[in-house]
T-cell receptor, first 113, second 116 residues
Framework: AQTVTQSQPEMSVQEAETVTLSCTYDTSESDYYLFWYKQPPSRQMILVIRQEAYKQQNATENRFSVNFQKAAKSFSLKISDSQLGDAAMYFC??????????FGKGTKLTVNP | DTGVSQDPRHKITKRGQNVTFRCDPISEHNRLYWYRQTLGQGPEFLTYFQNEAQLEKSRLLSDRFSAERPKGSFSTLEIQRTEQGDSAMYLCASPRGRLAGVDEQFFGPGTRLTVL
């Protein structure tokens, strides 16, 4: 069974600053994948970034990067140069061989102008 | 817009009534997932189709729930004899790849169900 834990229900950041969202996970699978999804208010959930567990190099997508610590089962998301449009719920998720996503409870990110 | 559509976007019903939701995935996606998201929680997996075959169902999917995907295109999720605990956002998602394996899932906007 897979579990995903997001211990920060809410976070806030000043525009242009950097914020890190935490995520820990547990899985018995040897091959798995980790994701961060963004859910803006009343809008569709979209993928922010993904990480294959077999890759040691941390994934980056423009202003978004992850810190993947496999031994610690930690997968944090760093948002640099935060923008007002980054305000949303952020969900960490894992995916193993069964393909279904297992989500954490989410972190609500507020970006202050 | 991810290309996945769901209808209706909102549904208010009285306890005991039946409701049906529809999901239209991106046309070339042969896999389709249903998730349920309650307030303050992340989405939880309900069921999964590959083409028209329903391959996996969660324990959350009680006997009152049924899902279909005729002809491997759109999918419907029906809840019979709704209960207040069924109030949630029902999300549909489809991965891009045609082969089994990990791939980005594209989510629809969801159907928000309120059971009075």
């Amino acid at each position: 069974a897979q579990t995903v834990t997001q211990s920060q229900p809410e976070m806030s950041v000043q525009e242009a600053e950097t914020v890190t969202l935490s995520c820990t996970y547990d899985t018995s699978e040897s091959d798995y994948y980790l994701f961060w999804y963004k859910q803006p208010p009343s809008r569709q959930m979209i993928l922010v970034i993904r990480q294959e567990a077999y890759k040691q190099q941390n994934a980056t997508e423009n202003r978004f990067s992850v810190n993947f610590q496999k031994a610690a089962k930690s997968f944090s998301l760093k948002i640099s140069d935060s923008q007002l449009g980054d305000a949303a719920m952020y969900f960490c998720a894992s995916q193993g061989g069964s393909e279904k996503l297992v989500f954490g409870k989410g972190t609500k990110l507020t970006v202050n102008p | 817009d991810t290309g996945v559509s769901q209808d209706p976007r909102h549904k208010i019903t009285k306890r005991g009534q039946n409701v049906t939701f529809r999901c239209d995935p991106i046309s070339e996606h042969n896999r389709l997932y249903w998730y349920r998201q309650t307030l303050g929680q992340g989405p939880e997996f309900l069921t999964y189709f590959q083409n028209e075959a329903q391959l996996e169902k969660s324990r959350l999917l009680s006997d009152r729930f049924s899902a279909e995907r005729p002809k491997g295109s759109f999918s419907t999720l029906e809840i019979q004899r709704t209960e207040q605990g069924d109030s949630a956002m029902y999300l549909c998602a489809s991965p891009r790849g045609r082969l089994a394996g990990v791939d980005e899932q594209f989510f629809g906007p969801g159907t928000r169900l309120t059971v009075l």
